[in-house]
């Protein structure tokens, strides 16, 4: 499986970061997004004449959109991903990939507009993200109160993994989040999941490994 | 926000929100503070600046009774030493190199920090417990205007129509942690509810907000 | 633009020559509107908001400008001069932080392990020993050798864990070149640069750029690599505190694993290189 990948979209981390998880092997193709737009090229508008990434290539099959590439990665090795199967958890992994491009189109424009210099207004599209991160945050604590860690169940499912990095990097776009406290248990639990990795922007969570080095002595 | 002529306390966080060895950005009236909790279950309140290279403790992490800052793993206790420079593991830091801590009291799923030495303690709830935290873009005013009620000597708003929802809210700045409490017996479907109200509140207050500025 | 001092008359980067367009692009400098483009002749030219032609360098990939009257040249890089090298443009990331933080950063090793984790480096190996710093009279830069680091991932075209060695220069206020092991060719230096285009005090466009011998790794590739070492520092140049960079000892305490940050900003405030910077009088 190839995927064509940039090392600083978040897109294309959703992918990379469901088949560490899965254990899946990927071929990266790199393309060079920024600064020199490759994925406007002939090469790759031939492959995907949206001009996004990621984009998936599986032998003959090509897939594009990465909700719909997670879904695949999903249903062909762990269909557990996909929610346990009840109409309820079905719907409600749908609704949070549609949410996802919200995130993608909000956060995600705020994200490139402050970092890479993409055009963009930075106040509406802000205004628009915190909205989406208080729906985020009041959702959450719905599920915590039904006794659900997860969007769409107690358990990750692409969903999750769909909204994560937006969420983990509006600060990159100026987007505080330190008014969400269930997103930030949230968060946490995505970053402890086994397999986890990280993109340029998320850090290591350093806990989760034990001081080489305890302290001696309490000051 | 419960003060008196030596101190105040403001409840910066709900203790729910806060698990072992996690650490959190919070507000008082004194500055910025990391707000975490170590292995053990101790919460502490560390200024938010680790006097290194200035960076935020609160993106850091807690190991053990520590907490250290991600950009060096400068690490320091809950009395605010520093106990470890991993650039020089043998080193023994001076005491001089250390963080500004601030009294911690945690009841009732509140977590109080305090600013002077408040000679009181921080208010019981009653049979009122925490439900969530959540931030508005707006003064105290106009909240209690919204919800029908000026804050008691507890600091709690009552709200109209839901009397058993009340608000804790705290100044910071231009805007207003507020922390949504309900009474105890209050099963699943309430605690559900009286989140949708706190949220349409906020929408009002917002609106209203908006429409002063 | 009091604030600008002796920094008025330094270059600056300003943009990717293989990227200007004639239409042209609209940036900044200390506060001031520039506008960048390629002129019908091909060369770079630079105005500033009120039609002033500023003056123009194009060099290590990039077009250079000033708002005021260079007495020096551009900086020499000779290694760039060196067959065989290959060029990198990683291009331009915005940081909202001073341009002197996001130098001093680059300067700093002790902070591989935690913010480059299992690349530039991996707990437990942090202890970073002794080096050499030295404000070069005659060159008139911050210098740094003999720096060591062990390295689980020094560079793209490392095929394992090795102490990697550094040097690293300041041969301008804003701008920064490492020196670091070259894994297949020991004995040379890769060069990797930091070109930081100040947009206000607390505002730049920073411009990583390389000068590398390997030929096996696709430019793809090289770019990406720099892009993620940069990416993972610029959450915490957001979130220094001031954000200015002091000047003088007190609000952020150094230790021998910073000497080159403190020689640089021992070498700003003898200049007067205070863009971006706080003192205490203030």
Known sequence: MKLYDYILSPSCYKIRLMAAILGIKLDIRPVDFHPGAEHREPELLA???????????????????????????????????????????TARVQQWLSFSHRLTANLGGARLHEMLLRPGNIEILQAQGISALRELEASLFEQQLRGMRFLASNRATIADIACFPYVALAPDGGISL?????????????????????????????????????????? | MPSDTAGSWTPVALSADLPAATVMPAWTSAGSIALWRSQSGRASA????????????????????????????????????????PAHPDLVPPETIRVAVQTVEELDGVIWVAAGQPAAQPPRLGDLIPLRSLTAEAG???????????????????????????????PQGDR?????????????????????????????????QKEAA | MMKAGAMIDEWYPVGLFSRLTETGNKTALMGEPIEVARAQD??????????????VRVRYGHVWSSLGNPVKELFAIPEADQPGRRFVDVGVVRVRCSPLRAVENFLDIAHFPF??????????????????????????????????????????????????????????????????????????WDVITLFVQP????????????????DETPMTDLIHFQQMIFLQDRSILENQIPALLPLDPGMEIPTRADLTSVAYRRWLKRHNYTYGAQLVAQ
């Not at chain 1, 897939?63 to 990665?73: R, V």
């Not at chain 1, 639990?189 to 086994?194: E, H, M, P, T």
């Open chain 3, 115 to 188: 913010v480059h984790t299992d690349i530039l480096g991996a707990e437990p190996h942090t202890e970073v020993e002794n080096y050499k710093v030295e404000i070069r009279e005659d060159e008139d830069e911050v210098w740094a050798t003999q720096v060591k680091f062990y390295q689980p991932q020094a560079a793209k075209s490392a095929t394992g864990g090795i102490t990697t060695e550094y040097m690293y220069r300041v041969p301008a206020p804003t701008c920064s070149v490492l020196y670091k092991t070259c894994p297949p060719r020991p004995g040379e």
């Open chain 2, 176 to 208: 207003t942690l507020v922390h949504v409490l309900i009474e105890q017996s209050r099963g699943i479907e309430d605690r559900v509810a009286a989140s949708r109200i706190a949220e349409a509140l906020r929408r009002r207050v917002e609106a209203r």
């Open chain 3, 199 to 214: 947009l206000a005090e607390d505002l730049c466009d920073v411009w990583p750029w390389m000068a590398l011998f390997d």
């Open chain 2, 46 to 85: 560390s200024s938010d600046r680790c006097p290194h290279r200035g960076m935020r403790l609160s993106h850091g992490f807690v190991r053990g009774e520590a907490l250290s800052c991600i950009y060096h793993g400068w690490s320091y206790s809950p009395a605010g030493g520093c106990v470890r420079i």
């Open chain 1, 178 to 219: 330190d008014p969400y406290p269930t997103i930030r248990l949230w968060l946490r639990a995505i970053r402890s999941i086994d397999g986890f990795i990280e993109m340029p922007g998320i850090h290591r969570l350093h806990e989760l490994k034990p001081d080489p080095h305890p302290a001696k002595e309490e000051r």
């Open chain 3, 42 to 55: 091909g060369s770079a030219r630079v105005t500033s908001g009120n039609g002033r032609k500023l003056p």
């Open chain 1, 47 to 89: 492959l995907n004449p949206a001009g996004s990434i990621p984009i998936l290539e599986d032998g003959d099959l090509v897939l594009t959109e990465s909700s719909a590439i997670l879904a695949y990665l999903a249903a062909g090795n762990a269909p557990e991903w996909l929610g346990t199967g009840t109409p309820e958890e």
């Open chain 2, 140 to 170: 105290i005013e106009e909240i209690e205007a919204v919800a029908g009620a000026k804050a008691n000597a507890d600091g709690l708003i009552s709200v109209a129509d839901y009397p058993w929802v009340r608000l804790l809210p705290t």
